[in-house]
């Protein structure tokens, strides 16, 4: 007597609703943060599309869309032409994969089919991110099929590199209604830092988010005179739930002096007086480690690199200001730091001939740069205005009247 094969166990629902009210990138952000293996099924009326979890990670992709089949993806991304692909079908034998017979040809390695397939996997999600009609269901515990070659990425770089695909700066005016709107981080640095890749521009941006800095500031902080570019990045960014927008801050108390009384008894309020000589306020932060290798390189732009992806040492340094022949250090420990008289910079100086925001320093892989944000006065180095420079020690730095040395305590190899 035969015995049947047992029933499978039906398909857990766990998560399910419209995309009208939920876009693609928090779904999978949602999916990646629970660290879920399972499927997400979306729906709506010409096409069905399944993405596939493994610990939170999208490793698989497959879609009813014709344009997505494997050879049109080929043709479409310059891969192969559509003779070549159109020879191939001809050729293909029923219930034979397009993949099989391209092997067989010998029209691809396994190594590039392999590729392909993963850069295929990653068309498909992509193409989802512009969805805003169908339905979601996500399946719990439903692995990828046992044949499938499967993807292995971080999930941020990957909703990261579908967002810049699918974003082509049209929304900003809507994205960014009120440049005093506050910028804040919604991911860990140091993991960012560790995972992910961004372009140089973006990881500049990404530095200057510190929950206290509105959209126009980081703008300016930038340095950019396009300041449509520094948008379409921080809309990116934002898309890619690395950061997110707040309501400007209530407006601060004035800070006010004493009453003072005038000739006919009344009293007036005036401003506190300016503090005598330029000082400095000091806002510290922490730095990283490094990252092993995946697809990444597969899929997103090739410009894009991990932090200090070509450094070849670390630099250990420190400001040192001096005032009335005192000095006093200030590690430079984080990857980007502002300069000038808005308290919302990383150093503040109070002195009047020093801009709101004047001037910025960079960790590069040779060291700290100094970038003038076009302020009023110039910076100074070594008693030449400079516009950019990569500081060396025992640099002499002037901001106004302020007077900063850098000095490097030591190098290390990355």
């Not at 069905?48 to 080929?74: C, H, I, P, Q, W």
């Not at 396009?226 to 990045?233: G, K």
């Not at 000038?340 to 009047?352: E, F, K, T, Y």
Request: hydrophobic content about 40%; overall charge neutral.
């Amino acid at each position: 007597m035969l015995q049947s094969d047992p029933p499978r166990a039906p398909m857990e629902k766990t998560l399910e609703g419209n995309l009208a009210a939920f876009e693609v990138p928090d779904l999978l952000t949602f999916i990646g943060l629970g660290g879920r293996t399972g499927v997400l099924v979306l729906e709506r009326p010409e096409q069905e599309t399944k993405l596939f979890f493994r610990d939170g990670k999208a490793v698989f992709a497959s879609s009813t869309a014709e344009e997505l089949r494997f050879g049109n993806t080929l043709v479409r991304l310059g891969k192969l032409s559509a003779q070549t692909v159109e020879r191939v079908m001809q050729k293909q034998r029923a219930g034979a994969r397009i993949g099989q017979v391209l092997l067989s040809e010998k029209v691809l390695t396994e190594e590039a089919l392999a590729s392909f397939l993963k850069i295929q996997v990653s068309e498909v999600i992509f193409h989802t991110f512009s969805w805003r009609q169908g339905t979601f269901t996500f399946y719990d515990k439903t692995p990828p099929p046992a044949t499938a070659v499967t993807l292995e990425m971080d999930l941020q770089n990957l909703i990261m590199e579908g967002v810049r695909r699918g974003d082509d700066g049209g929304q900003l005016a809507a994205a960014f209604p009120d440049r005093d709107m506050i910028v804040e981080a919604l991911v860990n640095p140091e993991r960012v830092k560790q995972s992910v890749t961004l372009l140089p521009d973006e990881w500049r941006v990404l530095f200057l988010v510190d929950g206290r800095r509105n959209v126009g500031e980081i703008c300016h902080l930038v340095g950019n005179p396009d300041e449509m570019a520094t948008l379409l990045i921080l809309q990116h960014l934002k898309g890619a739930r690395f950061l997110t927008l707040g309501p400007p801050p209530p407006e601060p108390a004035p800070v006010l002096a004493p009453p003072v009384r005038e000739g006919g008894g009344t009293q007036k309020w005036i401003d506190a007086p300016p503090a005598t000589g330029p000082s400095v306020e000091f806002n510290a932060g922490v730095p990283v480690r490094k990252v092993e290798e995946d697809d990444t390189k597969e899929i997103v732009s090739k410009k894009a690199a991990r932090y200090l992806a070509n450094a070849t040492r670390l630099t250990v340094s420190r400001l040192v200001m001096v005032k009335d022949g005192v000095e006093t250090s200030f590690p430079l420990i984080k990857d980007s730091y502002t300069l000038g008289r808005h308290r919302n910079n990383d150093i503040v100086i109070s002195d009047p001939k020093a801009s709101s925001f004047h001037a910025r320093i960079d960790r590069s892989p040779d060291g700290f740069v100094i970038v003038d944000l076009q302020s009023r006065n110039g910076c100074w180095l070594n008693g030449k205005r400079v516009e950019t420079a990569l500081l060396k020690t025992g640099d002499d730095m002037r901001l106004g009247m302020a007077r900063l040395i850098y000095r490097v305590d030591y190098t290390s190899a990355v």
